[in-house]
């Protein structure tokens, strides 16, 4: 897509806010629904195994809310954060 913004390291912008975070295989995690100090925070609504898996590999807790720093997201469209490979 043309509208694909690498973002490895970079800061969340208040555009983001709605957008799906999705897995590399495409599976929903969440989506971002607060942008603050340049991180992203989500809510959690995936399929609880695939959830799991991504909490694991991020270091989240129980949370339904989780903070999503930009070194774990390996691109952003108009519609979704793809995380990078864990």
Same mark, same amino acid.
């Given at each position: 897509?043309?509208?694909?913004?690498? &973002?490895? +390291?970079?800061?969340?912008?208040?555009?983001?806010?709605?957008?799906? #975070? /999705? *897995?590399?295989?495409?599976?929903?995690? =969440?989506?971002?629904?607060?942008? &603050?100090? +340049?991180?992203?925070?989500?809510?959690?609504?995936?399929?609880?195994? #695939? /959830? *799991?898996?991504?909490?694991?590999?991020? =270091?989240?807790?129980?949370?339904?809310?989780?903070?999503?720093?930009?070194?774990?997201?390996?691109?952003?469209?108009?519609?979704?954060?793809?995380?990078?490979?864990?």
């Amino acid at each position: 897509m043309s509208a694909d913004r690498e &973002r490895l +390291g970079m800061d969340f912008e208040e555009s983001d806010e709605g957008k799906r #975070v /999705v *897995d590399r295989e495409g599976n929903v995690i =969440g989506e971002i629904t607060d942008v &603050r100090d +340049g991180n992203g925070y989500v809510k959690k609504t995936g399929e609880e195994s #695939v /959830v *799991d898996a991504i909490t694991t590999s991020l =270091g989240w807790d129980d949370s339904a809310i989780q903070e999503l720093e930009g070194e774990h997201v390996d691109a952003i469209d108009d519609t979704e954060v793809r995380l990078r490979e864990f």
